[in-house]
Nanobody, 127 residues
Framework: EVQLVESGGGLVQAGGSLRLSCAASGFTFDDYAIGWFRQAPGKEREGVSCISRSDRITYYARSVKGRFTISSDNARNTMYLLMNSLKPEDTAVYYC????????????????????WGQGTQVTVSS
């Protein structure tokens, strides 16, 4: 059974940093495209960052590029999202997800393309 469990969310002041973790079981991260998404109250879920299945190329939404870094640790079967220079508009529930169908050297930031999801972790950035 595929399971994803996020952790690391919390309350942080603007300009601060957080590192989110997503522990996986039932599959190996290195075999699939993986991604981070977020959903703020009253807004649609949006893609934040992803890693492609082949070549492990990373992609970022324009709003977080240069501030967030996605990575994965195959030995721990865990993926991470390091978030620096946080802004109040980064406040959201953050989700990790796995796309078991998409291959190649690109990955999607469209939530409908992903098949398995974690339960989410709240990130709140105060001004």
């Amino acid at each position: 059974e595929v399971q994803l469990v996020e952790s690391g969310g919390g309350l942080v002041q603007a300009g601060g940093s957080l590192r989110l973790s997503c522990a996986a079981s039932g599959f190996t991260f290195d075999d699939y495209a993986i991604g981070w998404f977020r959903q703020a109250p009253g807004k649609e879920r949006e893609g934040v960052s992803c890693i492609s299945r082949s070549d492990r190329i990373t992609y970022y939404a324009r709003s977080v590029k240069g501030r967030f870094t996605i990575s994965s640790d195959n030995a721990r079967n865990t993926m991470y999202l390091l978030m620096n220079s946080l802004k109040p508009e980064d406040t959201a529930v953050y989700y990790c997800a796995v796309d078991v169908n998409w291959g190649g050297s690109v990955c999607s930031l469209v939530s409908e393309d992903y098949d398995y999801w974690g339960q989410g972790t709240q990130v709140t950035v105060s001004s």
